[in-house]
């Protein structure tokens, strides 16, 4: 694991004292070692920083093959280089470490861009091809690893994360305004778009390459397959191959020279982690939870440690109040880079650190597993919707159904009001597409000529809409492999744990297993209105009933409690000059000054965390030498250690 730079400049002469800049602007990727390549004309140079996770001795980066020609800037794991490594060497090649960095160089020296389909991990990477003066680059299936870019005067820049962009002297500091409406309706930023203007991230299961000649081209390299009928499946059979799947998939990610842990929530996905984590680990494998203090319905612990107790392991928990929020904000801001508007990144950061001060440097974690196999309840309430809109229309027409709902308007929540009128008009969009703003929320907010892009027209665009219950299903797997998982779920993944220098690795998102759920026929993942039912057979003999039986409990967070808690520094930050430069005045004095709701949550986290960013990385201002408790309202503090 580590985080890179590259720099490519036709014309001017790169400095290493650049380099290095950009490179330690993100040291906390990699703490442990770093290393600079420069050309011998110097108008390209790859920085990097290392976490030594396998092979401690060996693997430093950037990494060059064994006459030069091509060299590598390298972040992620990939889990199969032991077998890549053995074809490459049946083929001739010979290996000096024993680290997944060379079996990547060598995959592309024999493979060419196919090598992409070769590697079962999360990655992004980048290579320099000296004898044909091109780069080439790629982020994994899912989008675990990010990768962003920007163009120069005279070239182009990419990096493992924004910061380090930022410190190149072409690169200025201005807001995307299209990507800013849809940033408050997706509560992240859809790529290739950031909120900054000029800068672009490389979108999930895609690659590309720069030459001189044809400048810089990105393309897809891998996709969802479509579902299957299996119409003589014999559910057993295949119940048995996903358990083999997942148990192969969580080995494969327990490799590693240092010590590794799991989070653990006590649901479904982070109890299957560790119940096949334990088969392979010699000692009590170390699992962490965390909570909020004072909201029982947030709160999992007990559920953790029950599942601890059952398997064993050494637990370790963390219960967090309202001035873990406050003091953990100026660093939130600073280590999203684009704001992140997921209350949940809270929990994970104070995790994260806990996690390292434990002495873990790896964590399994099971995102991937309520997208693959359909664990959430909003798609029941989808095909719900879709039936009752489909009896209505028996009876009338469609034209009348609109004119209908747009009476209803000013009685229901605007979101759903938008979602039921485009379900008349082209089909249900994407469940989970929209957690943020309204459209006609954003245009109260954005001032005028400045009403932001419609989500819902980029979603049905990018993802299609469904009038049937697997289309929903297909366009629901597409919007959240295509935006919501690697933009917003994943990137609050890779920040926060990146942030205290750990790892976290997701067995769910293993391709194989991927790929086995996308298949299968819907019914095979669904009943009753309930999702996982393939998943809940797989794991009966090895998850304990009580954890099978337990309803879902979402990760959250107590966002109404923190309207309060942070109001003061919400006025401090929102109603000033630089942010009516975007939203109007009276708008925002308004949501300061409403009742708190759910939405208003939602609403106040949005527009809070984009004005602490705009000050920190807009403005120039380091929030981390800002205190927002002089302003805060006072609380105790949180709690931290192992169980006995």
Known sequence: MCGFVVVIDKERELEAGLLVRMRDAIIHRGPDEEGIWLSE??????????????????????????????????????YNHRALREELEQAGRRFRTKCDTEVVLAAYEAYGDDCLERLDGMFAFAIWDQRRRRHFFARDRAGEKPLYYAPTRTGVLFASEIKALLEHPDISRSVDQEALGYYLTFLTT?????????????????????????????????????????LDANEEELAAELCALFHASVEERMMSDVPIGVYLSGGIDSSANVAFMS?????????????????????ELSHARTVSDYFGTDHHELVL?????????????????????????????????LTKESGVT????????????????????????????????????????????????PFMDETRYELTREALVRGIVAPHAFPGLSQRHKERLLVSGNDGSSAIDYAVAQFGSARTNDEVASIGLAHEFGLRMPELLL?????????????????????????????????????????KRILKRAFSTVVPEFVLARPKQGFGAPLRRWLSSLQAVAQAELLHEQIYEYFDESALRQVLGQTPTPRGGVEFWVLLNFALWHRHWIEGEDLREFSPL????PSTSGSVGPLP
């Open 190 to 230: 859809p790529a290739p778009s950031t909120l900054f203007a000029g800068i672009s991230k490389l979108a999930a299961a895609h690659c590309g390459s720069w030459t001189a000649d044809q400048g810089l081209r990105t393309w897809r390299w891998w996709d969802l397959p479509g579902r299957e009928p299996m």
């Open 630 to 633: 002089a302003t805060a309202s």
């Open 279 to 299: 088969r392979h680990s010699r000692d009590p494998l170390r699992t962490f939870s965390v909570a909020f203090a004072d909201e029982p319905s947030l709160d």
């Open 491 to 531: 990137m609050r993944i890779d920040k926060m744990t990146m942030a205290a220098s750990v790892e976290a690795r997701a067995p769910f998102l293993d391709p194989q297993l991927v790929e086995f759920a996308a298949r299968l026929p819907l019914a095979l993942h669904l009943a009753n209105g309930k999702g």
């Open 41 to 78: 004309d110097h108008h390209v140079g790859l920085g990097t920083r290392r976490l030594k996770i396998i092979d401690l001795v060996g693997g430093q980066q950037p990494m060059a093959n064994e006459d030069g020609t091509l060299v590598l800037a390298y972040n992620g794991e990939v």
């Open 362 to 409: 790896v964590v399994q974690v099971g995102e991937g597993s309520d997208e693959s196999f359909f664990g959430y309840p909003v798609y029941d309430k989808a095909f719900r919707t879709m039936r009752s809109l489909r009896r209505r229309g028996r009876f009338l027409p469609r034209g009348l159904l609109r004119v209908g709902y747009a009476g209803l308007a």
């Open 321 to 353: 109040d309202d001035q873990d929020v406050l003091r953990c904000l100026p660093e939130l801001i600073h280590h999203q880079d684009e704001p992140l508007a997921d209350p949940v990144c809270v929990p994970l950061f104070h995790l994260a650190r």
